[in-house]
């Protein structure tokens, strides 16, 4: 069952049965394994599961920006309005990037050139992407610092002359300086402190607004999720193993890693003495389980879990869950 909506409208990003993998050292990385996903002008899709699962792949390979030498997108189909981004010239790609489509990234302190300063290279993707004069962009450009919560006079300083968290705010910045279509957001704030934090995503929110943006929100955190996310896809070893609204993904969790995930989180209600991690370890990407990559861990794993690809359940609320044991798992849950 494909990840798309009952309706006539054509999705804004539609990813189909993507497959990456890297080589290094001569063993092949199954980092992205068949993902399906799509999203709606305007909509907001948070990407949430462990380190290691694919989720900064998914995000390069939009962008086309994964490392040449080590990296191989190996199969699938990725349309940006209508476009198939992986079947675009090197030129064309490059009008998209920053323009249509901006990332934020994951860490601050290798996103930004330690050489340049700061204002010159959020002043450089709007010179790229807009035919105006020096002074205009040098004035857009100490906008969006201030945007941000810097002050302009900062513009000329370096980024060895920012904190961790001010840094971050330029990625951002630059980021969506040019007004972006879809924005992927990866771990944007992860290094920011819980008041900045809020600053920012407040931010992000106002600017996609303005414009009507569409976004992935990549975070481990499921407090982003809740306060940003219209849909949500849980992913598992480079799969989507859970998809479907905040509503549904928050109030009836339904695939075992999903629930493993939420029942991580402590619950300051109660007086608990121990957190509850999920047992065992993420798999081996260079030599996954066969069947449900899960299924090590799954404690309602069978011998039909360790066969071929695990296609989607239907639950009762209407999303998707990649598990045989769909109606078993809803059982258990109504009763604990
Ligand atoms: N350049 C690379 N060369 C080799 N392997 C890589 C490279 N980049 C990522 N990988 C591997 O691909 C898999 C997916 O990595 P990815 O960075 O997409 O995960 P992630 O979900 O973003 O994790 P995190 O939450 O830690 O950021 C991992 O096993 C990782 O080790
Ligand atoms: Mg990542």
């Known amino acids: 069952m494909a990840i798309t ?149 900062r513009f000329r300083e370096y980024p060895h002359q920012f904190s961790g968290g001010m840094k971050q705010r330029v990625v951002i910045a630059i980021a969506l300086a040019c007004n972006p279509d879809l924005l992927l957001a990866d771990e944007p704030t992860t290094a920011l402190d819980v008041t900045i934090q809020a600053q920012v995503l407040d931010m992000i929110a106002d600017l996609k607004k303005q414009k009507n943006s569409s976004m992935i929100m990549i975070t481990h955190d499921l407090g982003v999720v809740a306060e940003v996310c219209d849909q949500v896809g849980i992913i598992y070893a480079g799969e989507i193993v859970e998809y479907g609204s905040k509503e549904q993904i928050f109030d009836h969790p339904t695939h075992p890693y999903t629930i493993g995930l939420f029942g991580a989180i402590p619950d300051m209600n109660e007086d608990e003495e121990w957190l509850h991690p999920i047992e065992g370890l993420p798999p081996d990407p260079t030599n996954l389980p066969q069947g449900c990559a899960f299924n090590p861990r799954c404690p309602y794993a069978t011998e039909e879990c360790r066969k071929g690809k695990i296609p989607f359940a239907e639950t009762p609320d209407g999303h998707l869950s990649r598990c045989l044991h769909t109606a078993e798992v809803l059982k258990k849950e109504a009763n604990a």
């Not at 497959?19 to 063993?27: I, K, N, P």
């Not at 962008?63 to 040449?68: A, G, S």
């Open 5 to 153: 909506k009952n309706t006539n409208e054509m999705p804004f990003l539609q990813i189909k049965d993507l497959v990456v993998e890297y080589t290094s050292d001569g063993e092949t990385i199954h980092a992205v394994n068949g993902v399906d996903l799509s999203l709606r002008r305007g909509e907001t899709l948070g990407l949430v599961g462990e380190t290691g699962a694919g989720k900064t792949t998914i995000a390069k390979s939009i962008l086309r920006i994964l490392p040449d030498r080590s990296a191989k997108i190996c199969g699938g189909e990725i349309f940006v309005n209508g476009k198939d981004l992986l079947k675009l010239s090197e030129p064309e790609i490059q009008q998209i990037r920053g323009n249509e489509i901006a990332m934020i990234f994951q860490d601050p302190m290798t996103a930004l050139n330690p050489v340049k300063r700061v204002g010159d290279q959020i002043a450089e993707v709007i010179r790229i992407h807009n035919s105006i004069s020096p002074a205009e962009v040098e004035k857009r450009a100490k906008e969006m610092l201030e945007l941000v919560g810097i002050p302009a006079q």
